[in-house]
């Protein structure tokens, strides 16, 4: 799949819709979901034009892979629910069609604040 220069994060990301923000660098942009699923519910997105976890891993650079594993955890530690300073929280990618995926920009989910549940319906 190509990647929809008008998808929802590339607006965000453009500063043309506004976000939450919680934290950004040259890697990555996280902002509160506008629809939280858990007490937090974060999410994660790198700054270059990948569509998902697959297109990521096949087109990004080493750089860009590690700065988006850091900003993870960045968020994770601002938010209180890193390892470091909290109790944990689950970090989760949906791809594409039989993964749930409904905005085409790669994006983690960061579920925490509470249990999170089960890991799937
Ligand atoms: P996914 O199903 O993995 O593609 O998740 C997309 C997520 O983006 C959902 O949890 C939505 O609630 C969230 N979302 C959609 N639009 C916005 C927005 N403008 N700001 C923040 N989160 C959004």
């Known amino acids: 799949m190509s990647y929809?220069?008008?998808?929802?994060?590339?607006?965000?990301?453009?500063?043309?819709?506004?976000?939450?923000k919680i934290y950004e660098d040259d890697f990555v942009?996280?902002?509160?979901?506008?629809?939280p699923q858990k007490k937090i519910h974060a999410l994660v997105i790198p700054k270059g034009k990948y569509t998902d976890l697959d297109d990521f891993s096949l087109k990004a650079s080493s750089e860009e892979m590690v700065g988006?594993?850091?900003?993870?955890?960045?968020?994770?530690?601002?938010?209180?629910?890193?390892t470091k300073v909290g109790k944990g929280y689950r970090a989760l990618a949906n791809i594409s069609e039989h993964g749930g995926q409904?905005?085409?920009?790669?994006?983690f989910h960061l579920f925490g604040g509470e249990r999170v549940g089960?890991?799937?319906e």
């Open 29 to 35: 942009l996280s902002f509160h979901d506008i629809n």
């Open 102 to 107: 409904e905005v085409p920009h790669l994006h």
């Open 118 to 120: 089960k890991m799937v």
């Open 4 to 20: 929809d220069e008008n998808n929802i994060f590339a607006k965000i990301l453009r500063g043309e819709i506004p976000c939450n």
């Open 68 to 82: 988006l594993l850091k900003g993870i955890n960045t968020v994770a530690k601002k938010l209180g629910i890193s």
